[in-house]
């Protein structure tokens, strides 16, 4: 079964403190695994993908197969890093399922 | 207009009425979605088209009923809801299969359903 797991619904940290949101999948194929943030009033946005490798916004997330996760770790976090964030997987014909979402609140 | 734009932004419907939503993409894409957000649910994937075919029908209720008349639009038909069906519809749009890009989805804001 295709799956995306994260743990945490909620999930608050103080400004400046690391933050790490968990994400867990399931699927026999190849992954393609993202994570997508929701900031207020604003759409569903893509925020990284495991194939670039790269960090945005200070964000950063390895991709370990043998676990299963895809875990989004900031080192310090920022009040505006305050946001939804979905961990997504991506699997054949164009398929990409979602997690519920952790809510991320920072702290001031 | 550039994006993905929904309309209407806010709908209220009964159970016996027949109503439509609507999703426009201007961004040159292959495959379109249709996701359901309500409060109680995590963002469940509904339909998908690729290349204005059919590929994904997530088990979806037959009283939500999509088109895709070509590759820029997208419809969700809707008759005889019930009011769990009350819900954020959200589209998406990707490059889509073959592309480097598959799988990074590009959102519209959301119709809000009411089913009274």
């Known amino acids: 079964a295709q799956r995306v797991t994260q743990p945490e619904k909620l999930l608050s940290v103080f400004k400046g403190a690391p933050v790490e949101l968990k994400c867990n999948y399931s699927?026999?194929?190849?992954?393609?695994l993202f994570w997508y943030v929701q900031y207020s009033r604003q759409r569903l946005q893509l925020l990284l993908r495991?194939?670039s490798r790269e960090s945005i916004k200070g964000f950063t997330a390895d991709l370990n197969k043998g676990e299963t996760s895809f875990h989004l770790k900031k080192p310090f976090a920022q009040e505006e890093d305050s946001a939804m964030y979905y961990c997504?997987?991506?699997?054949?014909?164009?398929?990409?399922?979602f997690g519920p979402g952790t809510s991320l609140s920072v702290i001031p | 207009e550039t994006g993905v734009t929904q309309t209407p932004r806010h709908l209220v419907m009964g159970m016996t009425n027949k109503k439509s939503l609507k999703c426009e993409q201007h961004?040159?894409?292959?495959?379109m979605y249709w996701y359901k957000q309500s409060a109680k649910k995590p963002l469940e994937l509904m339909f998908v088209?690729?290349?204005?075919?059919?590929?994904e029908n997530n088990s979806v209720p037959s009283r939500f009923s999509p088109e895709c008349p070509n590759s820029s639009h997208l419809f969700l038909h809707l008759h005889t809801l019930q009011p769990e069906d009350s819900a954020l519809y959200l589209c998406?749009?990707?490059?889509?299969?073959?592309?480097?890009?598959?799988?990074?989805?590009?959102f519209g804001e959301g119709s809000r359903l009411t089913v009274l």
């Open positions: 998406a749009s990707s490059q889509g299969l073959g592309s480097s890009n598959t799988g990074e989805l590009f």
């Open positions: 699927y026999s194929g190849s992954p393609e």
């Open positions: 495991h194939i």
């Open positions: 997504a997987l991506g699997t054949s014909y164009d398929k990409v399922i």
């Open positions: 961004l040159g894409h292959n495959a």
């Open positions: 088209y690729s290349l204005e075919e059919r590929v």
